[in-house]
């Protein structure tokens, strides 16, 4: 079994969708003050002034493309920045944010607590919503696997009906 961003659809493969997480936009605190960015109202359209921290093409060429499309539509060039941030450590990519100029695309919980240079801001109609799928071959006849993918699904079901938590450890 593999957690993948495509879905891919190799007819020798199953698929289950295991989690959507709408994206929302982190920010250098100081940056939202001056753009006037609010907490409840933002749209992709707000932050056509500043650079995507983005992720490089290579990891997942869909849903960079995807994303970039997204972005151009609401006035966001393509000049996302993404100069191999897989070798930087987190507090680098965080310290660059924090510099302003730039935002980046997480869920809500990406992080317990963010420095408090930096602020996340959810978007208005949930525009983004990255999936992770799980895949395994058609063919597997293992009850382990099913039982992982049955987890794996329970917590998408739990959040969708609007359960919260309670979920199977």
Do not use: C
């Not at 996302?80 to 507090?91: S, Y």
């Amino acid at each position: 079994m593999a957690l993948i961003r495509e879905r891919p659809t190799d007819d020798n493969l199953d698929v289950a969708l295991v989690a959507e997480e709408p994206l929302g936009v982190l920010v250098a605190t100081e940056q939202a003050q001056r753009l006037r960015l609010g907490t409840a109202d933002l749209r992709l359209d707000d932050l056509e002034r500043l650079q995507w921290l983005g992720f490089p093409r290579s990891d997942s060429p869909a849903w960079h493309d995807y994303v970039s499309a997204v972005l151009r539509t609401h006035g966001i060039g393509t000049g996302a920045e993404t100069a191999d941030l897989r070798e930087q450590v987190l507090e680098v990519k965080l310290a660059r944010l924090s510099m302003g100029g730039r935002f980046a695309l997480v869920p809500r919980g990406y992080l317990q607590h963010f420095p408090d240079s930096l602020l996340w801001i959810p978007l208005v109609g949930e525009p983004l919503v990255r999936r992770t799928w799980a895949g395994w071959p058609a063919s597997s006849k293992r009850r382990d696997v099913a039982l992982l993918v049955a987890a794996m699904e329970d917590p998408l079901n739990s959040v969708a009906s609007g359960e919260v938590g309670g979920g199977r450890a």
